[in-house]
Structure formats: C-alpha cells, structure tokens
C-alpha cells in the first residue's frame, strides 16, 4: 500500500515535469518566434486539421483549396514570396481580407471553411536566404 503511493507520487512529479518542460519549450518557442521570426519559404495548407498540402513560397502560383464536399473554396495565391486568399466562398470573408503571409509561422485561417495556411520554413534547404 505504502509503496503505491510512493509510485503514485513519483508519477505524479513526472507528469509536473513533463508539462514545465513543454511550457519552457513553448516559451522558448515563442520568444524565439518573437524575437528571430524569420521569412519562411513555404506555406503548409491544412484543412479540418488535416495535412492538405505544402507550397514553396519562391515559385508563383494561383491554388484552389476546395472542402465542404467541394462546395466551399478558397483560392490560395503565392506571389512574390507571400500568400494570401484571393477570394473564398466562406461568409464572413476574414481570410480573403488578410493580409500577405510571409513571416515563419503566420497563418490565415478560414474558420467556416475549416482552412489554416501556415508559413514553414523548411530545414531542407541549406540556405533558404540566399536568393541570386
Ligand atoms: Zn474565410
């Protein structure tokens, strides 16, 4: 009896530990966004919190997210090294009245359409500023 509690407790410390430690790395996480937000290079497209596709932000193009059983769209323009919703089908418009993303880690969501368009910077690429 007396020992499982001791385990309990001992469980219990771990978890404590393992939620500060998460909290440290999305301070962290969040001081670096802050402080160092670098130019991403490419956008990734989720819909209803699923992987829909990335785009690299260097070359231009012109996409269509359809979801809602292909009823609801919104298209998706990367220009120039940003991205933004050029027009959707979504009644409240707020992603399509955003602002070009190009920063790591900006997004537009579209809530009724259930689309998120996040840039990533990519660790592939060995030197993502190097433009010539
Ligand atoms: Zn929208």
Redesign the pocket.
Known sequence: MEKQKTTNKRHLRNDIILVAVLLLFAIACGIYLFFFRATGDAVKVTVNGKPYATYSLSENREVNIYTGNNKQL?RLIVKDGKAF?ET?T?P?????EHRAIFRDGESIV????RVVVTVIKSDKTDAPDAVT
């Open positions: 919104n919703i959707a979504c409240d418009k707020i992603c399509a579209c809530l009724p359409n």
